[in-house]
């Protein structure tokens, strides 16, 4: 029996991805009808489809990455090496070798015994294991740059301890402490230069097209009082409030069983993957190439740390092509000129006006957001980069404050696949993604109510506007 239209509709998930499908298939149709360029109007139709499925959870993420990249070959807006570019990403090969780690530390109970060490010293409340998570998030920016390898190495622990506290795997205080881990690894991190993808190539296409680049200090003083640390006790109280359980913490034995060999040279790899990742300044070698290397590492059969069976049976494919498809978007935009034409249009939306501090400075920042929305926070400097100059003009800012509104607008993600760590940290903690979503946009719009009139009167006090 089929489902009343009226009652599908209802659901405001359904809702928004017919809405979203009756725009596309007028993207589609319509230059077929009047003879204009088609690159333009098919792009915006699979992104705008795949942003709806993405955010509603109508399609399992994956699915909804493959439909994109094949939907851009079959339409000719990208050729297969654009539209399938993800996959040749190092972010891609990152999360691959992460979830290797964690199916080596989960057969280990390596995590498990780690939450055991934490909770046989330190009673922590539900309010207290959700700011531990995130205090010691934001500690590991300071000496690991990437966001994601933070996300790797601190979410099994996270999930034990959860299991320790009473929570299953996808349990409402579960989610919340998994969450924890997501926002505290990529939120508070913004306001450390090399912590953070967006950040790096935001400043890396700053330097680019100006010559001109932020020191550390410069930009820790910018963004860090407002949009790190009060950004992170807000995003903290925001997740306690949606995810707050009572613990039920599970009985162990406080006496830890010693390491047997396998564990220990697990430990030793860890160790190495992990020192490897804290230096890469050093050496220059990609986190991802790290991780990747010590997922083959795991995999040969002799080297007896994984089960036989685990690459067939234990991992879970779907995220690397969730995240090769979120990557693939910037690509794809770029290859059809969407990305300039909207830049090119953008000037005349915002209605930039000399003298007009506070409604520049929001025009900007929505200029941020949207950008970030539509071609993911570490592809939208692309769009916004370029524009920055213009704007500095239009407005009267100075250069440098148009391009960290810019950033800071990047930042706001309402919906969890704007920013790919986020959407990594759900998936690796088996977050339900509704759950993920709400947290998301929840904490975006609190930030923007509380944080953003904070951070232009903080700005305006150190002379950020001339």
Same mark, same amino acid.
Not at 52 to 69: C, Q, R
Not at 163 to 190: H, Q, T
Not at 263 to 289: K, M, N, Y
Not at 442 to 457: D, E, G, H, M, S
């Given at each position: 029996?089929?489902?009343?239209?009226?009652?599908?509709?209802?659901?405001?998930?359904?809702?928004?991805?017919?809405?979203?499908?009756?725009?596309?298939?007028?993207?589609?149709?319509?230059?077929?009808?009047?003879?204009?360029?088609?690159? +333009?109007?098919?792009? &915006?139709?699979?992104?705008?489809?795949?942003?709806?499925?993405? &955010?509603?959870?109508?399609?399992?993420?994956?699915?909804?990455?493959?439909?994109?990249?094949?939907?851009?070959?079959?339409?000719?807006?990208?050729?297969?090496?654009?539209?399938?570019?993800?996959?040749?990403?190092?972010?891609?090969?990152?999360?691959?070798?992460?979830?290797?780690?964690?199916?080596?530390?989960?057969?280990?109970?390596?995590?498990?015994?780690?939450?055991?060490?934490?909770?046989?010293?330190?009673?922590?409340?539900?309010?207290?294991?959700?700011?531990?998570?995130?205090?010691?998030?934001?500690?590991?920016?300071?000496?690991?740059?990437?966001?994601?390898?933070?996300?790797?190495?601190?979410?099994?622990?996270?999930?034990?301890?959860?299991?320790?506290?009473?929570?299953?795997?996808?349990?409402?205080?579960?989610?919340?402490?998994?969450?924890?881990?997501?926002?505290?690894?990529?939120?508070?991190?913004? &306001?450390?230069?090399?912590?953070?993808?967006?950040?790096?190539?935001?400043?890396?296409?700053?330097?680019?097209?100006?010559?001109?680049?932020?020191?550390?200090?410069?930009? +820790?003083?910018?963004?860090?009082?407002?949009?790190?640390?009060?950004?992170?006790?807000?995003?903290?109280?925001?997740?306690?409030?949606?995810?707050?359980?009572?613990?039920?913490?599970?009985?162990?034995?406080?006496?830890?069983?010693?390491?047997?060999?396998?564990?220990?040279?697990?430990?030793?790899?860890?160790?190495?993957?992990?020192?490897?990742?804290?230096?890469?300044?050093?050496?220059?070698?990609?986190?991802?190439?790290?991780?990747?290397?010590?997922?083959?590492?795991?995999?040969?059969?002799?080297?007896?740390?994984?089960?036989?069976?685990?690459?067939?049976?234990?991992?879970?494919?779907?995220?690397?092509?969730?995240?090769?498809?979120?990557?693939?978007?910037?690509?794809?935009?770029?290859?059809?000129?969407?990305?300039?034409?909207?830049?090119?249009?953008?000037?005349?939306?915002?209605?930039?006006?000399?003298? !007009?501090?506070?409604?520049?400075?929001?025009?900007?920042?929505?200029?941020?957001?949207?950008?970030?929305?539509?071609?993911?926070?570490?592809?939208?400097?692309?769009?916004?980069?370029?524009?920055?100059?213009?704007?500095?003009?239009?407005?009267?800012?100075?250069?440098?404050?148009?391009?960290?509104?810019?950033?800071?607008? !990047?930042?706001?993600?309402?919906?969890?696949?704007?920013?790919?760590?986020?959407?990594?940290?759900?998936?690796?903690?088996?977050?339900?993604?509704?759950?993920?979503?709400?947290?998301?946009?929840?904490?975006?719009?609190?930030?923007?109510?509380?944080?953003?009139?904070? !951070?232009?009167?903080?700005?305006?006090?150190?002379?950020?506007?001339?």
């Amino acid at each position: 029996m089929s489902i009343p239209l009226a009652a599908f509709l209802r659901d405001p998930g359904n809702s928004i991805v017919v809405i979203a499908l009756c725009i596309a298939v007028t993207l589609l149709v319509w230059p077929i009808a009047t003879g204009v360029n088609t690159a +333009f109007f098919h792009t &915006s139709a699979l992104i705008l489809t795949a942003i709806s499925f993405w &955010s509603t959870h109508k399609l399992p993420e994956h699915v909804t990455a493959l439909i994109l990249m094949l939907g851009a070959v079959l339409l000719a807006v990208a050729p297969p090496a654009v539209a399938f570019s993800g996959f040749g990403s190092g972010g891609t090969w990152l999360i691959f070798g992460g979830l290797v780690l964690g199916v080596a530390i989960s057969e280990s109970e390596l995590d498990k015994r780690l939450a055991d060490a934490v909770l046989s010293r330190v009673r922590l409340s539900y309010g207290g294991i959700i700011a531990a998570m995130m205090v010691l998030s934001f500690a590991l920016a300071v000496v690991m740059p990437g966001t994601i390898p933070r996300i790797l190495v601190l979410m099994p622990i996270a999930l034990a301890l959860a299991d320790r506290m009473g929570f299953e795997k996808g349990s409402r205080g579960a989610n919340g402490i998994a969450m924890a881990v997501g926002l505290g690894s990529a939120f508070p991190s913004w &306001s450390l230069l090399p912590a953070n993808l967006p950040v790096v190539v935001h400043i890396g296409a700053i330097e680019a097209v100006y010559g001109i680049a932020p020191t550390y200090a410069e930009h +820790f003083i910018t963004h860090f009082p407002v949009m790190g640390l009060l950004r992170g006790i807000l995003s903290g109280c925001v997740l306690y409030l949606l995810f707050r359980s009572t613990a039920m913490p599970v009985l162990h034995d406080a006496r830890l069983e010693p390491l047997n060999r396998k564990v220990r040279r697990l430990a030793w790899l860890l160790a190495i993957t992990l020192g490897f990742w804290v230096t890469d300044f050093l050496h220059g070698i990609s986190p991802a190439w790290i991780g990747l290397s010590a997922a083959v590492i795991l995999l040969l059969p002799w080297s007896g740390l994984l089960s036989k069976d685990a690459f067939k049976l234990k991992i879970n494919f779907g995220p690397v092509f969730y995240i090769a498809g979120i990557l693939s978007v910037g690509a794809i935009m770029s290859n059809s000129g969407l990305d300039k034409f909207l830049a090119s249009h953008v000037i005349d939306m915002l209605e930039p006006e000399k003298g !007009q501090d506070a409604l520049n400075f929001v025009s900007i920042l929505g200029l941020g957001i949207v950008s970030a929305l539509g071609m993911t926070a570490p592809g939208a400097p692309a769009i916004t980069v370029p524009l920055a100059e213009t704007l500095a003009q239009a407005t009267g800012l100075p250069l440098l404050t148009v391009l960290m509104i810019e950033l800071t607008g !990047q930042s706001l993600v309402l919906l969890p696949y704007a920013l790919p760590p986020v959407a990594v940290a759900i998936i690796v903690g088996e977050v339900k993604v509704g759950k993920a979503v709400k947290a998301t946009f929840v904490t975006a719009v609190a930030v923007i109510l509380f944080l953003v009139p904070l !951070q232009y009167f903080y700005w305006k006090a150190i002379g950020m506007f001339g």
